[in-house]
């Protein structure tokens, strides 16, 4: 550890962070358009080509606007809980890879630097552990805000986030079981190459949807709710509780709020593509595309299948109404959680048999 | 170096959480400290590079049990005073008793020297093995001559006591109230409502 690997670990938090904030303010300019389409309206125009800077004047108009503060907050929570929010939804990106490792000579040495933010054993539970310190901003914010309706916003969060954590975790289970390894970058290198059927390679990529796509429906469906994106936003449901937790925020606080949440959604779409769909892995035509070509392809195809998921959450957004409260805990608690266990049990013993062979045989 | 100040600022930290949790006149403010108290250890966890103990500490502690914490402070209601008055008589004289006994332990251990400040003289101690291979470590017995591979049988076990001890601790304080001289012998569904 010198310094110049110092720097590349700095470098690699620094693009993070701005490649973060960069996919969100695309990203809101992206869902304003898509749902202005599909509801046969413009969007936003005025801001930019095709009003894409829209997001960019909308985050210097919070910049400027009053910070109000509720005289019956408790003052030291609820200042508190908007960092709460954005600081988890940045490390969760972290571990996230989103492009193919690049060989670089410096410092008189070839280094082999992961274009992730960093490449840890246990990236999986990591991104599950910070996840669910993700939903104390929530919680914390309705709750201190002194006010009935954020009260029922956060209350509801915590129990939205409880059950449907239950169902992210046991449906990422037969991923770790089948690829045998927690780390996401190894994930990935574990989905390249074609798929087996037998011993006879198929043309599909060997991708972890194709084998597991129950798991990917529920991890989905699970991630989805856990966002706190319609049909599950009873969280923040305008219609029956104003804002829910974010109501008494006002400028930069909700500001953070917002940020925190398209974050969120990013971050869970890569996951999607990281552990379903191969991650960085796509054609790069090495040797006869020019080198930088070749090593900048692999984000391009990262990016690409992101987009295809976050063309769904929006989808999901603009057609679907919004689930009620009992709805919600029956689909979390007696579908997708027994669902899960189910599948669990039979890659368990698909595993079984692949490594010890048939009980009989 | 690096390892001391990260354990001075993170010992900090713990302690501070751990005087809020009992301090906190707010269950919830309570319920923030012991996160973060939480949250040092698991930092200790990584500065020893045990990346798996940490991320689980976070994931069931932080994430599973404090949301129950916070769950059923909201739903109990806040805003209700807690009674403050302590109820049993020796409490307060027993602790003072087990803090200058820990006080005086950690000195002896201090002072005859079987315990640095910071515990590397060089390169940090590196663990390596799978899952399987830490659990053997942890709780297999092995051969009697092998000391190493059971090591860690007996705190693991010891930890496990002490769980169950503070468990039916909790509910014996829960469900303890001092009898007054008047009042018939309370059977243990005596609510304040009943």
Redesign the interface.
Known sequence: MDWIDLGLVALRVVVVFVLLQVVTILLIWFERKVVADMQNRVGPERAGPWGILQTVADGLKLFFKEQVTPRKV?L??YLAAPMLAAVPAFLMFMVVPFGRPVRINLGGQERLIPIQGAD???GL??V??MS??A??AV??AG??SGSKYP?LG??RA??Q??SY?AAMGLSLVPVVLFTGTLSLSEIVAAQSGSLTFFDRALSLPAWNVFVLAPSFLIFFIAAVAETNRAPFDLVEAEQEIVGGFHTEYSGLRFALFFLAEYINIFTMSALAVTLFLGGWSGPTWDGTLPLLVSAILPTVWFMLKVVLFLFMYVWLRATLPRLRYDQLMTLGWKRLIPASLVWLFFIGGAMAVRQFGLPWG | MVELVIFVLMGAVTLAGAIGVVRAR?P??GA?GL?ATLFALAVFYVVHLA??VA??Q??VY???VI??F??VI??VG?DRAEDLKEKLAVQRPVALIVLVGVVVLAGVLVVTGRFDWVISSGEPPVVRGTIEEIGENLISIGSPSDRQASRWLLPFEATSLLLIVAAVGAIALAFYRPRRKDEPPAGPDTGPGS
Do not use: P
């Open positions: 408790e030291g929570l840890l054993n246990i539970l990591y599950l552990a669910s310190v939903v104390y919680v914390l709750w201190s009260l956060g209350v915590t129990a986030a409880i954590e | 707010n919830v403010y923030m996160m990346h798996f991320v689980v976070v994931i932080a994430g599973a949301t129950l916070l769950f909201m739903f806040v």
